[in-house]
């Protein structure tokens, strides 16, 4: 249970989970981290908690380097239980400390827990404090990715704790992305990232875009980023920073994501013609079939593409279930700047592809209309039509691209 020095007295005491599999209803088949900080100077502060099952774990470390009676301030920098589950039972311990937090997140803490006797300072936008050698920035980003939400900046360490801003779930043993890349692809790292960003920060595009905007204008230097949730970045701090501008900026794959469903495999079947079309035409193609995939992989390689072509039957003159729920599920991420289309089967009634592309157009997605159907299993002739269509599809898809080249 060793705390592990990120700079010089500054500690990581988070904990590693390496079983989650299920966060929120998003799949983290690889785990994660919840990562907080400790700063050993004239006023010891420690920086967020853990979540509740893993409190022991990182009050362990904590103990490690310093006995908590001496800890003066706690930052809170986001208050959802992953990362403020513990706090209950690290206020019984240190109930001394005085609580750095957004007003909104003071509010929130509320609904969670007895915090009469708790000694809160709410903190605004550019408010500072000195702890002896280190003196802290507070920053608030409200909604990236909950109201309450705030980074903190280290002046002399030049050093900024994101939140969750900048993480991945990565459950490693490696604290820092140069530990990890040494025995692990920089692709594994970047496709968390990406993967991370898909599922939980897709809505907030803009937000981030303006909260990289400040912190350049502020003009702070940076050379490592601290996030909540996985590797820590002290090798090019500057590369997750423009991988989430070029995210936020809609950069995309020149590439198809097929997403479908089927169920006695006539939509499976229309997916072949439909992935030579669009392969003739030249862009790359990948297909996820939804019940045999997590969601979370499923949403992530709809944003890693700059085209959708969604697949369902129809039941009940309905789209099939599962696609459904891809589809409510994009919704609420609302995403920007990707074409999509839609296919599929029916027996007797129809209606699946109808809903699918209705669907689509609530969210304000560029749709190519009206996709194809087919009644029962695909006749040859069903066949030509679905590679057309996916043809004419790819064939838009790359003339919208060129609006982000």
Not at 173 to 200: G, M, P
Not at 223 to 245: T, V
Request: aromatic residues 10%.
């Amino acid at each position: 249970m060793k705390a592990v020095e990120i700079k010089p007295d500054i500690f990581w005491v988070g904990a590693t989970d390496w079983g989650v599999r299920d966060f929120h209803g998003y799949i983290t088949q690889n785990g994660t981290t919840y990562n907080n900080y400790l700063i050993m100077d004239s006023q010891i502060t420690l920086l967020d908690t853990v979540k509740g099952d893993f409190v022991e774990e990182s009050i362990k470390k904590i103990k490690s380097i310093t006995d908590l009676s001496r800890i003066t301030n706690l930052v809170i920098n986001h208050i959802e239980p992953d990362h403020a589950g513990g706090l209950g039972r690290v206020m019984k311990l240190i109930p001394q400390v005085t609580i750095y937090i957004t007003e909104r997140g003071r509010k929130g803490l509320e609904r969670h827990f007895d915090t009469s006797q708790w000694n809160f300072k709410v903190v605004k936008n550019g408010d500072t404090l000195n702890i002896g050698t280190h003196s802290l920035l507070f920053l608030e980003t409200p909604m990236l990715h909950w109201p309450d939400s705030m980074v903190t900046y280290v002046k002399e360490a030049k050093l900024l704790i994101s939140q969750d801003a900048f993480g991945q779930h990565i459950a490693s043993a490696a604290r820092f992305d140069d530990e990890f890349t040494s025995c692990a692809s920089l692709y594994e790292l970047e496709d968390a990232v990406k993967d991370y960003y898909a599922n939980i920060l897709m809505p907030f595009g803009q937000l981030i875009k303006a909260k990289i905007a400040d912190i350049v204008k502020a003009g702070l230097e940076i050379d490592m980023i601290a996030p909540d949730h996985g590797i820590i970045w002290r090798k090019d701090p500057g590369k997750i920073i423009q991988m989430y501008l070029d995210m936020a900026n809609g950069k995309a794959d020149l590439r198809v994501a097929v997403i479908y469903d089927t169920m006695w495999h006539s939509t499976e079947r229309m997916t072949v013609p439909v992935v030579q079309g669009i392969k003739d035409e030249g862009v790359d193609c990948k297909v996820i079939k939804l019940r045999a995939s997590p969601m979370s992989l499923a949403i992530k390689e709809f944003w890693e593409a700059r085209g959708c072509l969604i697949g369902t039957p129809t039941l009940n003159n309905l789209m099939f279930p599962s696609v459904a729920e891809f589809l409510y599920h994009l919704g609420g991420l609302r995403p920007k700047n990707r074409i999509m289309g839609a296919f599929g089967s029916f027996g007797w009634g129809g209606g699946g592809v109808k809903e699918a592309n209705e669907a689509i157009k609530r969210m304000g997605i560029e749709t190519v209309e009206p996709g194809v159907q087919v009644q029962y299993r695909p006749s040859a002739d069903d066949e030509i039509k679905c590679y057309e269509y996916a043809r004419e599809f790819a064939k838009k898809v790359k003339e919208y691209h060129k609006k982000f080249e």
